[in-house]
């Protein structure tokens, strides 16, 4: 069995068709899940882009494997095996079509082959699915008689939004996106966001003042990146690959587009940033239309991969393989509640159950956003609403559960210290200096 795993940088779940979009931005996507299976509840335990690789890879939780932010200091331990070392070791040609290494290191182990196109980027990170592809296709073709373990990373849909104009349709024709009717997009003007973007992105634009608008540019991105994904799939059908190649394409995380004050990026332990799709193809492993809803995690993709790789799992991983349920094998699986952290623009952590959510901040955060939170999802899936005051006993019981929690797996790992108290957050330290300068 081949396997290409395919991780599409902020993408969110609910911007797709398959998971209940009503704008047409994923119709190879829509292809693939129907094609296969879906995971309804998905979640990334790390955000944002290096711990949510490394968890991927590891397939241990971010307090175990210690990697809570994107840009610190910490090094995740050569000890621990990452996915393309075990396939590697199980006889699987490794390739990469990537540049996450321009990140952390520990983000090219294992790799036999490590292509990276971004080179001809200031950015790297605009580094186009058509540059990839034109990379990746290619060696699919070389490679096409070996069994192989390709993994391919896209950037888009993550800031800035910058899609070809012929993507550029999600925005009402009828309405004006520089009115000075609109006032969406003001706030973000109060954010050190506005200088970052200022002279590379916001100019490019034109005076917006209708953050849909920025959103609008965020579904064409995804529309752009179907189309790339879209390719790799016809070229698995193209060198005969695809009926004995596992497809699995997921986010690394989501994006807030302008709730909760968060404004085109990838902070908060909300459901538009944790929750992420998952869809898997094996056109004789994994019955077609299949969807799946227990709530499942990031670090469940590394075991399930080498199960169905029929490569050893170490013992320590802490994710669960979702092969059995994928194949039929038993209708049990997933978790009863998922654990999430952050530590690059604020430090939080969450605890999220089948129907509620609490969210528990070290200190405070940018945003002006209360210390605890508590989401009824059910009846506030949008999370609106913070009823941390009406319910204070289930709030206590959550946090209780959290902190005993993050305390035993603390011990379980040989430490004392929550490592979003010790390390502290990394980008955020940007907001600080930005205040300093008003």
């Known amino acids: 069995m081949n396997i290409v795993f395919i991780v599409i940088d902020t993408l969110r779940a609910s911007r797709l068709g398959c998971y209940g979009y009503s704008r047409p931005t994923s119709p190879a996507l829509d292809r693939l899940a129907a094609q296969g299976a879906r995971f309804a509840r998905c979640f990334a335990p790390g955000i944002p882009t290096t711990p949510a690789h490394t968890t991927l890879y590891t397939g241990l939780h971010p307090l175990t494997h210690t990697i809570v932010s994107h840009g610190g200091k910490v090094d995740l331990d ?66 096409a008689h070996e069994t192989f373990f390709l993994f391919l990373h896209y950037w888009e849909p993550h800031t800035p939004y910058m899609p070809p104009e012929c993507y550029r349709t999600f925005y009402p024709p009828d309405r004006d996106p520089f009115s000075p009717e609109h006032t969406s997009f003001e706030p973000i003007k109060r954010q050190p966001f506005w200088g970052m973007f200022g002279d590379i992105w916001f100019k490019k634009l034109g005076p917006v003042t209708d953050a849909e608008y920025v959103a609008s540019l965020y579904d064409a991105e995804i529309r752009h990146v179907d189309d790339g994904v879209a390719e790799i799939l016809a070229a698995l059908e193209e060198t005969g690959l695809a009926e004995d190649t596992l497809v699995v394409l997921t986010g690394d995380h989501g994006e807030s587009l ?51 790789a029929g490569a050893p799992i170490p013992a320590s991983m802490e994710g669960r393989s979702l092969w059995p349920l994928l194949t039929g094998q038993t209708g049990q699986g997933g978790w009863e509640q998922v654990i999430c952290c952050e530590c690059t623009w604020q430090a939080k952590w969450a ?26 999802l059910a009846a506030d899936p949008e999370e609106a609403t913070n009823v941390i005051e009406e319910r204070p006993q289930e709030a206590q ?14 011990a379980r790992n040989g430490r004392s210290e929550d490592p979003l108290r010790v390390q502290g957050i990394t980008l955020g330290k940007r907001w600080y200096d930005w205040l300093a300068k008003k």
């Open 78 to 143: 050569r000890k621990i095996p990452v996915l393309p070392e075990l396939l590697q070791a199980a006889g699987y040609t490794t390739a990469a079509v990537d540049n996450l290494y321009d990140i952390k290191p520990w983000l090219a182990r294992g790799y036999e082959f490590y292509i990276n196109p971004s080179f001809r980027h200031k950015m790297r990170l605009l580094v186009s699915c058509e540059e990839i592809n034109a990379r990746a296709i290619p060696w699919l073709r070389e490679h």
């Open 258 to 308: 302008y709730s909760h004050d968060i404004y085109f990026d990838h902070h908060g332990l909300y459901e538009d940033t944790i929750h992420v799709p998952l869809l898997l193809r094996h056109p004789s492993a994994i019955a077609p239309d299949t969807t799946l809803t227990p709530m499942v995690q990031h670090l469940d993709l590394a075991p399930t991969l080498l199960e169905a």
């Open 351 to 376: 605890l999220r159950t089948e129907t509620a959510k609490l969210i528990l901040a070290r200190e405070p955060d940018f945003h002006d956003m209360p210390m605890r939170e508590l989401y009824d």
């Open 397 to 410: 019981a959550m946090e209780a559960e959290l902190e005993a929690w993050i305390a035993a797996s603390l």
